[in-house]
């Protein structure tokens, strides 16, 4: 069974910095690409960062030079890295893996509020 599980976040001051890291089992993580997404209330669910399994990062224009994906194949974990948080970054955030013929696989999401 796939399980992602996201840890990290909450409350955070403009200008400020979290780390979210998500957790995986099920799958033999070396082999696929890892994606963190984000929900903002209303709105549809958007790509933030991706890293393949040979650990080239890609990036959504709103975040470069802001957030850092990485990951630790020895651990199964995939991390982001968020610098210089606005109130507009305020959303859920959801790891992500997609499984060939099984699907996409979602983490529960957790919250980071960016607010003064």
């Known amino acids: 069974q796939v399980r992602l599980v996201e840890s990290g976040g909450g409350l955070v001051q403009p200008g400020g910095s979290t780390k979210l890291s998500c957790r995986t089992s099920?799958?033999?993580?070396?082999?696929?690409?890892m994606h963190w997404y984000r929900q903002a209330p209303g709105k549809q669910r958007e790509l933030v960062a991706e890293?393949?399994?040979?650990?080239?990062?890609r990036y959504s224009d709103f975040v470069k030079g802001r957030f850092i994906i990485s990951r630790d194949n020895t651990k199964n974990t995939v991390d982001l890295q968020m610098t210089d948080l606005q109130p507009e970054d305020t959303a859920v955030y959801y790891c992500?893996?997609?499984?060939?013929?099984?699907?996409?696989?979602w983490g529960q999401g957790t919250n980071v509020t960016v607010s003064s």
């Open positions: 099920g799958i033999v993580f070396r082999f696929y690409d």
């Open positions: 890293i393949s399994e040979v650990y080239k990062p």
């Open positions: 992500n893996v997609r499984v060939a013929g099984r699907g996409d696989f």
